[in-house]
């Protein structure tokens, strides 16, 4: 059968997959996008001119409770269009609106803005986290008396303490233990200090150089306890099937964020879809990592991180109304353009201008760059800090002397 030499296209307007505009008689036509040309390579190959037919509504398209369809789905279930095409998730409930000719697979993940760095001025504290710098503190104030009771030691507490504190910063010790239990004793301290000293010189390190993030969300879990703790929130594209697909996963973690994410509106003004573009701190996005990449770019080129995990695979393709009459064709040249690799070198042209028009300064600041004076602050005050105390007890001791001494001439006048 001869392929039709017009069909009419429903097509949901997005951001480097599907670009349009309007005659000035109101007749739409491609200004660009990966599935816009995709479509125009189509149309090339089987002959066929087409008119453009955008959804009132803005969406893909899903079920309602009457039983109707909504957005780019629903005019080809009505038969206001041949197909349709706009990076259409196939779901078995589609199946029952439309025929899909597969063309592609969508990788489904999360998309968060870049979190802020943590200021290096407390730096020093970063190597541990509380709980073990509490642990070491106990432990530092617990061995001097170890010492002094299973040594038999007469030496003072501060002195012991002071001892104790000086073999973790390295310092040389004059404890000289005599009976081989005393050895062992000592022998296990200086182990722990070694071990302790080494790994906070070794992160120390890492933490002066590159810089940390605060509430760094990476995986699935961390962002289900961070949506359930309300120190997250999370959303999807409207009129998408994306929460209906995590309340189905067979994954904990997902289902839970299922219960937390909200449907987010990504029409601008003129109709277009697109991926949010200024995500708010604690926010996270969920979409086709396809769609993200080409919004907000790949590494290095980004402000904003996608999730290496996929949430779920599913394929994407053509809907074709039932009825249509030459799907086997449309098929064919389908396949022809994607095991060519036509197709991949549209996405990485659609790529490339992403990765050109990024605004460097968005990253300015994750540059790794020499420690300045701000970056060392905290390490100054606690300094001067320490020297203030001393200062204090060097004033206090001093006026202690000087008040014994006054007293003291006070009573031989009076006994005088």
């Not at 073999?167 to 404890?175: D, E, R």
């Not at 990504?266 to 080409?294: K, M, Q």
């Not at 001067?384 to 204090?392: H, K, P």
């Not at 008040?403 to 001439?409: I, P, S």
Request: net charge neutral; proline share 4%.
């Amino acid at each position: 059968m001869k392929f039709p030499n017009f069909l009419r296209v429903a097509v949901l307007p997005l951001r480097h997959l599907t670009e349009i505009s309007y005659h000035e008689d109101g007749s739409i036509f491609f200004t660009g996008g990966v599935e816009a040309n995709f479509i125009q390579v189509l149309s090339q190959l089987l002959g066929f001119h087409y008119q453009l037919i955008t959804p009132e509504d803005g969406e893909w398209g899903q079920k309602t409770s009457d039983g109707n369809w909504t957005g780019i789905v629903g005019l080809v279930h009505r038969n206001n269009a041949d197909i349709a095409i706009g990076h259409l998730t196939i779901t078995p409930e589609r199946l029952a609106a439309a025929d899909f000719l597969p063309y592609g697979v969508e990788e489904n993940s999360f998309a968060t803005k870049r979190p802020r760095f943590l200021p290096r001025v407390s730096f020093y504290t970063l190597p541990f986290d509380n709980l073990v710098w509490i642990l070491i503190l106990c432990t530092i104030l617990i061995m001097p008396f170890l010492f002094k009771v299973l040594l038999h030691m007469k030496k003072a507490f501060r002195k012991l303490f002071l001892k104790m504190l000086g073999i973790i910063l390295g310092q040389q010790t004059n404890i000289e233990p005599k009976r081989s239990k005393d050895r062992i004793l000592m022998g296990v301290w200086i182990f722990f200090a070694f071990i302790i000293a080494s790994s906070y010189r070794s992160v120390l390190l890492s933490c002066m150089t590159v810089p940390l993030y605060e509430l760094d969300i990476r995986t699935i879990k961390d962002l289900a306890d961070a949506l359930r703790e309300g120190r997250y929130t999370a959303s999807y594209g409207e009129g998408s099937v994306d929460r209906e697909l995590l309340m189905q996963s067979l994954d904990e973690s997902l289902r839970e964020i299922g219960k937390y994410i909200v449907p987010q509106n990504w029409l601008i003004d003129n109709n277009i879809v697109v991926a949010p573009t200024n995500i708010s701190n604690y926010h996270a996005v969920f979409g086709p990592r396809f769609f993200f990449l080409l919004e907000y770019g790949e590494e290095p080129y980004t402000s904003k991180r996608i999730f290496k995990e996929t949430i779920s695979f599913w394929n994407v393709g053509l809907a074709v109304r039932k009825q249509f009459c030459c799907k086997k064709q449309l098929t064919k040249q389908i396949a022809m353009i994607i095991n060519t690799g036509i197709y991949e070198k549209i996405y990485q042209e659609e790529l490339f201008k992403t990765r050109i028009n990024f605004n460097w300064k968005e990253v300015e600041h994750s540059k790794i760059t020499a420690l300045s004076i701000s970056d060392l602050l905290g390490v100054f005050v606690l300094l001067g800090a320490g020297y203030c105390i001393a200062l204090f007890g060097f004033l206090l001791e001093k006026s202690k002397i000087i008040a014994e001494h006054f007293f003291a001439n006070l009573n031989d006048h009076k006994s005088g």
